[in-house]
């Protein structure tokens, strides 16, 4: 069975951090491209940061470089989202994804195949 099971996520407050952790069972993340998407209400769902197989490359939106960093861990084949100096502005679902058929800097959440569960993160005082 393919899955993303995420965890992390929760209230934290402007200028606090938080890591969101992402596990894949029948996938092997090093062969795909993986993501951290988020989404509000109304909203399309917009890609925060992305990774190529094999750490290629790397892309972050511009209204999180230099807070967030993505990291992949081969040997526990899991994901991470690191996001410091979170603002008020970063409160969404985050949902970690993973692309099957992996093409260069692909940050459109419509190329990608398999989802976590999302999970909320709400920045506030």
């Known amino acids: 069975q393919l899955e993303l099971a995420q965890s992390g996520g929760g209230l934290v407050q402007p200028g606090g951090s938080l890591r969101l952790s992402c596990t894949a069972s029948?996938?092997?993340?090093?062969?795909?491209?993986i993501g951290w998407f988020r989404q509000v209400p109304g909203k399309q769902r917009e890609a925060v940061s992305c990774m190529g197989r094999a750490n290629e490359w790397a892309y972050y939106a511009d209204s999180v470089k230099g807070r967030f960093s993505i990291l992949r861990d081969s040997a526990k084949n899991m994901v991470y989202l690191d996001m410091n100096q979170l603002k008020p502005d970063d409160t969404a679902v985050y949902y970690c994804?993973?692309?099957?058929?992996?093409?260069?800097?692909?940050?459109?959440?419509?190329?990608?195949?398999?989802w976590g569960q999302g999970t909320q993160v709400t920045v506030s005082s």
């Open positions: 994804a993973a692309e099957r058929l992996p093409s260069p800097m692909s940050t459109k959440f419509q190329t990608y195949d398999y």
């Open positions: 029948g996938l092997i993340m090093d062969n795909l491209n």
